[in-house]
């Protein structure tokens, strides 16, 4: 069975421009959350869905937002960007209350 | 405001030697997980921990749960190197809305 699959991998932007990011669950799991992960520090929650509703939400500003597909895909969108939003997007997906799989993760570096 | 710790940061160990690493969470939390990160890799899940007292093993290592007083560890048994890697416990919370919030990690050096 496939994983959790991200695209695109890498991605290079510039301050003010906006981006998406996409996920695919693995069969079957309903939830998907996002994640930034900066190098040497642990991943901070952004959003959690489940079944195309927001479940949980992190302390990340409005110009981060996400939605979620009837075949359960994801998007996470990040408007106005900031040298600081360069980082490891991880992608989660799970049956909920249990362990969630992470994806490779989308590489965003900011300019 | 919600924190995870973990302690040690940093943690070098011979293989064959034993060693636990600590996860503190300042609030009361439905479930905590383990997560293993390999250099540039992403994360793999260890376990998941539901209730107080809960103690989950698989291979060399061993997680348990005391949600009194909000810890929970994952003890090593007999390293060995394919275990360096940095471990991240994670904790699901509740306030208005869901929340997962991942300690600071401990990055693990097994030496042969």
């Known amino acids: 069975d496939a994983g959790v699959t991200q695209s695109p991998t890498h991605l290079i932007k510039t301050r003010g421009q906006h981006v998406t990011l996409r996920c695919s669950p693995i069969?079957?799991?309903?939830?998907v959350s996002w994640y930034q992960q900066v190098l040497g520090q642990g991943p901070q929650f952004i959003f959690q869905?489940?079944?195309?509703?927001?479940?949980g939400r992190g302390n990340f500003p409005d110009r981060f937002s996400a939605r979620q597909f009837p075949n359960y895909s994801s998007e996470l969108n990040v408007n106005a960007l900031l040298l600081g939003d360069s980082a490891l997007y991880l992608c989660?997906?799970?049956?909920?209350?249990?362990?969630?799989?992470f994806g490779d993760g989308t590489r965003l570096s900011i300019l | 405001e919600l924190k995870v710790e973990q302690n040690p940061l940093f943690l070098s160990m011979q293989e064959g030697k034993n060693y636990t690493i600590y996860c503190n969470y300042s609030?009361?939390?439905?479930?905590l997980y383990w997560y293993r990160q390999d250099p540039g890799k992403s994360l793999e899940s260890l376990f998941v921990?539901?209730?107080?007292?809960a103690v989950k093993q698989e291979g060399r290592l061993m997680a348990s749960l005391d949600t009194k007083a909000r810890l929970s560890t994952l003890h090593i048994t007999a390293a060995v190197h394919d275990l360096s890697a940095t471990y991240f416990c994670?904790?699901?919370?509740?306030?208005?809305?869901?929340?997962?919030?991942f300690g600071t990690g401990t990055r693990l050096k097994v030496l042969a």
């Open positions: 989660a997906s799970s049956l909920l209350g249990q362990p969630q799989h």
């Open positions: 609030t009361t939390s439905d479930r």
């Open positions: 921990l539901l209730s107080n007292g």
């Open positions: 869905y489940y079944e195309k509703e927001e479940r």
């Open positions: 069969s079957g799991h309903k939830s």
């Open positions: 994670a904790v699901e919370v509740f306030s208005g809305t869901y929340k997962y919030i």
